[in-house]
């Protein structure tokens, strides 16, 4: 296909994903009390209320939000539309692995998400608003806040990808288990500077982060452990068939 074919076909997926995108973007925007209701629940008790400094800070801040769950709502069909511009690059046995895990990188990601608020929030608030709580009065922005939310939710749930990037990887036999255990050092400065990157500022909220990011590393070691057994193992049995009378 020529460079003009494929410009054509990702403006055809873009206009597909947003034309998707809209319909719950509006819907989302219609029911906006629970959800303004949502984040303000997401910090209790240690926040007990948000308040705003401008007419305009409520608005504006659910309209970020609103993009970001529609986001996170459509991502099947965006998903399969990145996947369907790339996937004709790929071999047809690169493509069947990439769609076999296709559900669980969704999945995954909602875990991330749900980690994050369940239980990177909880942990980051207590310290945060409890450190010289005897001293100051927390009083926070709905939009500070809010930042401070997706800051600690939507990391995570790409974090959590990192044991599916690591089975396709050793399954195409780029990475070995060794090469990341041999990798272990740059892992811990990579979670550091993740950390720095996404977490709020501050050294309990990017020890939060970096902890499980070390934590999914070591997983996508044994993934990709497992996933090498696997194919060894496959090999071995296809090379006793072939040699087989």
């Known amino acids: 296909m020529p460079v003009e074919g ?22 989302l925007f219609l029911v906006y009390r629970p959800v303004l209701h949502l984040i303000q629940d997401s910090g209790r008790p240690y926040i007990p209320h948000l308040v705003a400094l401008s007419p305009q800070e409520a608005f504006f801040t659910y309209m970020k939000v609103d993009f970001f769950l529609s986001a996170v709502i459509a991502s099947p069909l965006w998903l399969y539309q990145a996947l369907a511009f790339f996937l004709p690059a790929f071999s047809r046995r690169a493509r069947i692995l990439i769609l076999r895990l296709l559900p669980t990188m969704i999945l995954l990601f909602l875990a991330g998400v749900a980690f994050g608020l369940r239980v990177l929030l909880p942990l980051v608030l207590r ?15 709905l939009g500070n806040y809010t930042s401070f939310l997706l800051g600690l939710t939507l990391p995570p749930g790409l974090l959590f990808e990192m044991p599916v990037v690591a089975y396709g990887l050793a399954a195409g036999g780029i990475v070995t288990a060794d090469m990341l255990r041999r990798g272990w050092r ?10 720095a990157i996404f977490a709020p500022p501050g050294p309990f909220p990017m020890l939060a982060l970096g902890l499980p990011i070390l934590a999914l ?14 194919l060894a193992r496959r090999r071995a049995q296809a090379a006793e068939e072939g040699a087989a009378p």
């Open 217 to 230: 590393y070591e997983a996508s070691i044994v993934v990709a452990a497992v996933t090498e057994r696997r």
């Open 186 to 195: 740059y892992a811990v400065l990579g979670a550091a500077v993740l950390a």
């Open 6 to 27: 494929h410009l054509e076909e990702l403006r055809r997926r873009l206009i597909t994903s947003a034309v998707a995108l809209l319909p719950i973007f509006v819907a």
């Open 127 to 141: 310290f945060l608003v409890g450190f010289g709580a005897d001293v100051v009065v927390p009083d926070f922005t």
